[in-house]
């Protein structure tokens, strides 16, 4: 019994790490700093482990039977909402228009730097770090994996109600303890990237004064 719960929490840990998880994740975790990813993925995590254990529990005690068409229609829906996350996530990196028209009817640009880009990601971050938002996504991607634990889950398990509701748990704490993985790794490559853009931006500033110094001195008489 220790073995086959055990192999319950080691699907878990797998289950978190699906591709559609870990993109779902990325996408919520990836602004911001440490405390608000892993504050978002373990939101995101228990969404998730609580539909996926009250749905799959409730199957085996009622002895409901799920239609492999409803898993594949629900498999749907988190792809529509996997879409839709990839075209926000694009969408508020993009800087609104630098201009702006004056009353004398002259036209003054911005350059957008630093300021200029943080304005939509930071009013992504606010939504995203919202509570009831990232509770929610992970429920709703946890809607199509509810037939999936229910056939993971030994007779064995199914026909003791105390185990079952170990073996779910157990599954859930797998499944939570993955997604703040992955929101932990995904914050940590997202810093090391913005610094390193930062660095290659000093270096090619650099690379240009020097340049451009050599360029003056050598022209000159």
């Known amino acids: ?26 996408a919520l975790a990836s ?8 504050a978002v ?34 498999e749907v829906v988190g792809g529509a909402s996997l879409l839709a996350l990839g075209c926000w996530t694009l969408l508020s990196g993009v800087p609104s228009d630098p201009t702006h028209h004056h009353g004398d009817g002259v036209t003054h640009s911005h350059d957008l730097t630093e300021h200029g880009r943080s304005g939509a990601a930071s009013a992504s971050a606010s939504l995203t770090s919202k509570g009831p938002f990232s509770l929610a996504a992970g429920a709703l991607f946890g809607l199509s994996g509810v037939r999936g634990l229910v056939l993971a889950l030994p007779l064995m398990v199914q026909r003791n109600p105390a185990v079952l509701v170990a073996g779910v748990v157990l599954f859930g704490l797998g499944v939570l303890l993955s997604m703040v993985l992955v929101g ?37 008489g």
């Not at 073995?3 to 559609?20: A, E």
């Not at 602004?31 to 892993?38: E, Q, V, W």
């Not at 790794?185 to 931006?201: C, F, N, S, V």
């Open 41 to 74: 993925s373990v939101r995101f995590g228990l969404g998730h482990m609580a539909v996926l254990g009250v749905l799959a529990t409730a199957a085996v005690v009622a002895g409901v039977v799920i239609p492999e068409r409803w898993e594949s229609a629900l």
């Open 1 to 26: 019994m220790l073995i086959v719960l055990g192999s319950l929490f080691g699907q878990g840990l797998l289950h978190g790490v699906g591709p559609d998880h870990c993109l779902a994740i990325g």
């Open 184 to 220: 932990y790794l995904t914050q940590r490559i997202a810093t090391a990237a913005h610094r390193a853009e930062k660095g290659l931006r000093v270096l090619v500033g650099l690379s240009s004064m020097a340049c451009g110094a050599w360029w003056v001195i050598d022209h000159i």
């Open 31 to 38: 602004r911001g700093g440490l405390r608000r990813a892993l």
